[in-house]
């Protein structure tokens, strides 16, 4: 099952499954989890709302990615309200959620940005957005010695709109 998230847990067969403890790499596991956070929409986890990462819940908001990127909330231009969330709040999602839900991750560090790809155009206008997350911390390995931990993720985002003119 390469390629899908896991954890390091699994169930042995059997008429009375028990619960087993696989031994695994522990940064891959981290990977995991984080990646968890990263693409499950805050508030969409049924058994912790808390769970996951507020971006999603304004991923067709109308933004603009310089105003995003500099922490601007709320500002009006003539054809409404931009930036219902700011980068700030983002990694701020994201870093309450590690320190939750990834103890082993010690001093968690969250930063974003919001980019025009050159990879994906249409025509003159840029058609989507890359978002760039980079996740730093430490992790320890037990016999107090600490290691330094980076994650980046970058994926596409749906177009953001600029400007809207009525």
Same mark, same amino acid.
């Given at each position: !099952? @390469?390629?899908?998230?896991?954890?390091? %847990?699994? $169930?042995?067969?059997?008429?009375?499954? $028990?619960?087993?403890?696989?031994?695994? #790499?522990? &940064?891959?596991? /981290? +990977?995991?989890?984080?990646?968890?956070?990263?693409?499950?929409?805050?508030?969409?986890?049924?058994? +912790?709302?808390?769970?996951?990462?507020?971006?999603?819940?304004?991923?067709?908001?109308? !933004?603009? /990615?310089?105003?995003?990127?500099?922490?601007?909330?709320? %500002? !009006?231009?003539?054809?409404?309200?931009?930036?219902?969330?700011?980068?700030?709040?983002?990694? +701020?999602?994201?870093? &309450?959620?590690?320190?939750?839900?990834?103890?082993? %991750?010690? =001093?968690?560090? $969250?930063? /974003?940005?919001?980019?025009?790809?050159?990879?994906?155009?249409?025509?003159?206008?840029?058609?989507?957005? #890359?978002?760039?997350?980079?996740?730093?911390?430490?992790?320890?390995?037990?016999?107090? $010695?600490?290691? =330094?931990?980076?994650?980046?993720?970058?994926? !596409?985002?749906?177009?953001? @709109?600029?400007?809207?003119?009525?």
């Amino acid at each position: !099952m @390469a390629g899908f998230i896991c954890i390091p %847990l699994s $169930v042995s067969p059997g008429s009375s499954p $028990v619960l087993l403890r696989e031994e695994g #790499e522990l &940064e891959k596991s /981290i +990977d995991n989890i984080l990646d968890l956070i990263i693409f499950t929409p805050k508030g969409s986890f049924s058994a +912790d709302p808390e769970f996951g990462f507020e971006y999603w819940n304004h991923e067709f908001s109308n !933004m603009d /990615i310089r105003e995003f990127n500099n922490n601007y909330v709320g %500002l !009006m231009s003539s054809g409404g309200v931009l930036n219902e969330i700011s980068r700030r709040e983002c990694e +701020d999602s994201i870093r &309450e959620s590690i320190l939750a839900y990834e103890p082993r %991750l010690l =001093q968690p560090d $969250v930063k /974003i940005s919001l980019n025009p790809s050159d990879k994906v155009r249409n025509g003159n206008r840029i058609s989507k957005y #890359e978002m760039r997350i980079t996740v730093t911390g430490a992790i320890d390995d037990g016999l107090g $010695v600490r290691r =330094q931990y980076e994650k980046r993720v970058a994926f !596409m985002v749906e177009p953001v @709109a600029h400007k809207i003119n009525i």
